[in-house]
């Protein structure tokens, strides 16, 4: 498995953007498919996008098509999400995960974790 740190969250306001940033370890971080899911509270973790292991395909969720834009850096090992006009409804913990499999959209398509990075957004 590949070890995963989030960074980049915070409290912002809506209309606001946030860069999350999700460091990776391991020599093999380009063979994996990057993904990102947000938790809010009493809520279920969600599906919210994904690239694959060249950066050449990504996945989104229809709540955040045109406002979230997931990319990677393989040299650097890290993968991005880039969040555009938050609104309170993005609030949440956002979470990094990696897999094998190709277009994942699910939690249980991925094997790795990291331990999330918060997003408030105030309205």
């Known amino acids: 498995q590949v070890q995963l740190v989030e960074s980049g969250g915070g409290l912002v306001q809506a209309g606001g953007s946030l860069r999350l940033s999700c460091a990776a370890s391991?020599?093999?971080?380009?063979?994996?498919?990057m993904g990102w899911f947000r938790q809010a509270p009493g809520k279920e973790r969600e599906f919210v996008a994904a690239?694959?292991?060249?950066?050449?395909?990504?996945y989104y969720a229809d709540s955040v098509k045109g406002r979230f834009t997931i990319s990677r850096d393989n040299a650097k090992n890290t993968v991005f999400l880039q969040i555009n006009s938050l609104k309170p409804e993005d609030t949440a913990v956002y979470y990094c995960?990696?897999?094998?499999?190709?277009?994942?959209?699910?939690?249980?398509?991925?094997?790795?974790w990291g331990q999330g990075t918060q997003v408030t957004v105030s309205s």
């Open positions: 391991g020599r093999t971080f380009s063979t994996y498919t």
């Open positions: 690239i694959s292991w060249s950066g050449g395909s990504t």
């Open positions: 995960s990696a897999t094998y499999a190709d277009y994942a959209t699910t939690t249980r398509e991925y094997d790795s």
